[in-house]
């Protein structure tokens, strides 16, 4: 088989193209800067889902029209136009219905409540663990025992609540030494964490294969209960 060089980086157009291009890209550019303005965000950071989708599209069809023949300019910025008319539309709709707005961005679910995680409320394992804990760590936080509330926004972003360093309990220990040596065999009795739900139970020696009251699964951590260092 042939390699076709040519028609890789140039698909048969003329090199004329080159210049079609020239035009095509700057239009858009601007068309798109003035739609994002026109949609009245401020910035781009912690899109929700439906803006992300805004995103999305007009990039994809402001794209498109910098460098396919036969997609027209004009044509792209109709979709350009109605993408930030739909958008509007439907922040105001957002501002008026907390339905539209649960349905459309989502609604905070709380991930972990006084040490333990809310499994319930998450609905099976969309978060894995390894990167909520990692999320965590990133805060300095060494187990799941300095930790009141954790709050998934509908942005993306987890709002942390601590205990005070009175409050702190006894906890999942989150750093990969310490809860890698999670296990099923108890040898020494102690105050030990399920490494799933972050439940505390005291546990004696000698056993294995206990279940966690909590969520029924039989790995443990034996809890630290240092202070936030900050
Ligand atoms: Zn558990």
Excluded at 8 to 36: C, G, K, Q, W
Aim: glycine fraction near 8%.
């Amino acid at each position: 088989m042939e390699i076709e060089w040519h028609r890789i980086f140039f698909n048969d157009h003329p090199y004329s193209f080159f210049l079609e291009i020239l035009i095509r890209t700057p239009l858009m550019f601007l068309a798109v800067v003035l739609v994002l303005r026109l949609s009245g965000k401020r910035g781009v950071q912690q899109l929700s889902i439906f803006e992300m989708v805004m995103i999305i599209t007009l990039g994809s069809s402001a794209g498109d029209a910098m460098f396919y023949e036969d997609v027209g300019v004009a044509h792209a910025l109709a979709v350009l136009t109605i993408v930030v008319i739909l958008y509007r539309v439907i922040v105001i709709a957002v501002a008026r219905s907390e339905k539209v707005e649960d349905a459309l961005e989502g609604e905070p679910i709380y991930l972990l409540r006084e040490g333990k995680m809310c499994l319930n409320e998450i609905g099976g394992d969309y978060l894995g663990a390894d990167e909520f804990f990692g999320v965590l760590r990133t805060q300095h936080i060494e187990h799941l025992g300095q930790l009141r509330y954790v709050i998934l926004e509908d942005t993306g972003e987890l709002s942390v609540y601590f205990y005070s360093e009175s409050e702190v309990k006894p906890g999942l220990p989150i750093l990969p030494d310490d809860f890698n040596k999670k296990k099923k065999e108890i040898e020494i009795a102690g105050l030990y964490a399920c490494a799933h739900c972050g439940n505390v139970e005291h546990l004696y020696a000698g056993i294995s294969e206990i279940a966690c009251r909590a969520c029924k699964k039989t790995e443990w951590v034996l809890t630290i209960d240092r202070v936030r260092i900050t």
